[in-house]
């Protein structure tokens, strides 16, 4: 009788209280699709840095690798240290007409473009050139991080039904996946010319000599002509990439509405960001789902940067790398709404096991250099980047739920929690990056020349993959302590729903 009663009281909480909240909190098509495009253009840009910004530094610019190495992991720290103070920032802001968080991304976006485009643009002096491209890429980053911070938290305010956020997150990481790809493949294609050389051959003479070691892969700095269609061309596409910053930021503005802290009573006090930052550092999901993903992040970040130097050096694929690039992005675009679909069906740690399939195929390129081997390695890393990328923003929600159930008389806690994490993966990718550009240049990196010596080659196969692959298995490892479960985030869903 007390169970028949029990499963009574359910249905009818179910059918007269959830399901009227859940309409009123589903997104329509527009605003997911115009959510996801306001994203977007930080990846075309941050796809044409991560792929482009170290090989523009060696082989255009004519810095060292370790002034790269500086400029590269400066910059990343730089962003990671906004995240914080975004984060403190912007929970202490009040709410506007056109919400708390969207302000912030449009006050920011045009000083981003003009940031970034001064990041491509090559100054007629030398001497000063390391500063030059610190300070730029430096704000680019801090920048972005502003754009960033408010946006990743606004998903926490477009609905509270859980499967409607993961919804949007697919929508997001797809579009953010195509932006990639675009950005790749703009840049890509743009300046593939300062790269290729008549001069260099795939397959070099059996009797290789210094001489060709040392024949120039691209244009001569000595010839001021063709060096100057060399930097001409990266300015070219970072003011294409610039236009898509401006269309993305008026479609998200004029398509998205942000909704007030549903869960939030009037007498509600807001979290102060210390307090709420020591609560997040003890909050066991966050920190083992941090801690999986900054390491997986670092893993694709160092393949993303060192892959067009390894198929340029270390696999004589130079006249190949923009093509590898786009199949690695069209395969995680194509990839992400399968798995959404896996995700729903068995759950997101099962999904996480995706993220290894790139391992042993990416040592097979590394030990087998071969061009069909490559796209067919392309293709599977695409896959796995897809999960990579999907599964940690789609499970970040998760965690603010827990948190918010655990403490239920406490708001403004979501732009901590995306901060702080946003804060940690960009601060593990520059140490990443730091250290792949610094072991170049301990291994005797040389700018321009055509073939590199056997301890470059060897070390940028190390970058692209033992490294990656160690990054990878430890970061799953530590999610298998992951605590959220699929029952448990329908047990949270129901208790906060209640709570409403």
Known sequence: MTSAAFNLCTLFFSSFVLFPLEQEYRLSLCGKLCYAIGGAPNQVAGSAAAFFLQIYLLDIAHITPFHASLVLFIGKASGAVTDPVAGFFISKSRWTKIGRLMPWMLACTPFTVVSYFFMWYLPPFVSGRVAWYLIFYCLFQALTTLFQVPYSALTMFLSTDQKERDSATAYRMTMEVLGTLIG?????????????????????????TDSWHATPSFPDPSDPLSHQVSAKVYMIAAGVIGGVYLLGIVILFLGVKE???????????????????????KHGPYVKLTASFLLISTAVQLEQSNFVLFCTH???????????????????AVSIPIWQKFLQRFGKKCTACGISWMIPFAVMLVTIPNLILAYFVAFVSGLSIAASLLLPWSMLPDVVDNFRLQNPHRKGHETIFYSSYVFF????????????AAGLEFTGYKPGICRQSDDVILTLKILIGAVPAILILVG???????????????????ALEVLR
Request: aromatic fraction near 8%; include cysteine.
């Open 184 to 208: 790749a493949a703009l840049q890509g294609q743009i300046v593939a010319s300062a790269h290729v050389s008549h001069h260099c051959t795939v397959n070099p003479p059996v009797n290789t």
């Open 425 to 436: 993966t960009k601060m593990s990718a520059g140490i990443g990056l730091g250290i792949s």
């Open 259 to 281: 909704k007030d802290d549903p869960y939030a009573l009037n007498s509600d006090r807001a979290i102060p960001f210390c307090k709420g930052l020591g609560l997040t550092m």
């Open 314 to 332: 270390a696999a004589d694929l130079r006249n190949h790398f923009q093509y590898l690039v786009v199949t690695i992005l069209v395969s995680s």
């Open 476 to 494: 799953l490892f530590i999610l298998l302590f992951y605590p959220i479960t699929e029952e448990s985030r329908k047990e949270t869903k129901l």
